[in-house]
């Protein structure tokens, strides 16, 4: 299986290998690179797009040791020197899109465009604290049983969604105790909404008018903010991991934003 050893990490990616602009795409949390596969089957053979397992998720195989979305971002940008990629259309889904941002603040040179899915660029919600403890104490206490699984599924993937009982699958396999130390990242990261303005990359906005982990405000927010960004596109039906969900408006914005990067 491809890994890239990269900041003492061992880091899972996969490759479609095309031929056009490369396509970097990083994954929301609890989720992995396969969350990618629609995008994958409409653009990996005119486009070499790369998915990847960030820290703590997927085939990764990660030091336990806490960590932020700055080394995330590291973490890609020791993957595209491994890939000898130097410059690349970055993106990603929620915590994909918290590290495509510091990608983006940190290696501007290297970013020809900005795909940002379903994510933001403030802090966690305060109220959503207590529920995240909650659920975390069971998870550690008894796994990830059918109402933990059920509700992330709810969140993310939506209500009565084909796509859950993977995903579901999934995360009843995790070990119990990767959990928390991925949730610490999440909720200790910093704001980059005072930044936004010093991202000159062309950026693509797509955000799920049904999502309930980030509200519509927030991809507002960064529309407003990034210098060069295309108008929002909302996403009718869609939850949180609406590329996933909605694949076909997801992948004509993305397919408009790439035909004018060339």
Known sequence: MPHADVNGQRIYFEDSGGA??????????????????????????????ITWDA?????????????????????????LDHLGIERAVVGGMSQGGFASLRFALRY????????????????????????????????EADGPNDVIAEAIAATIIGGDRPESPAWMAKWKARPTGEARWIFRT???RDDL???????????????????IAIEMARAEALVAGLARARPLVRVPGAAHAANLTHPEPVNAALADFLRDLR
């Open 20 to 49: 056009g602009l490369p396509l970097i795409l990083a994954h929301g949390l609890l989720m992995d690179h396969e969350m990618f596969a629609p995008q994958v089957a409409a653009f990996g053979r005119d486009h070499r797009v």
């Open 55 to 79: 820290r703590g998720h997927g085939l990764t195989e990660a030091a336990r040791e806490d960590f932020s979305y700055w080394d995330s971002a590291e973490d890609l940008r020791g993957l």
């Open 108 to 139: 501007p040179e290297r970013v020809a465009g900005l795909v940002l899915l379903n994510t933001q660029a403030g802090l966690e919600d305060p109220e959503a604290q207590p529920r995240y403890e909650m659920m975390l104490d069971v998870w």
């Open 186 to 188: 999440l909720v200790t």
């Open 193 to 211: 909404t005072g930044r936004l303005g010093e991202i000159e990359a062309p950026a693509l906005v797509v955000h799920g008018e049904d999502d």
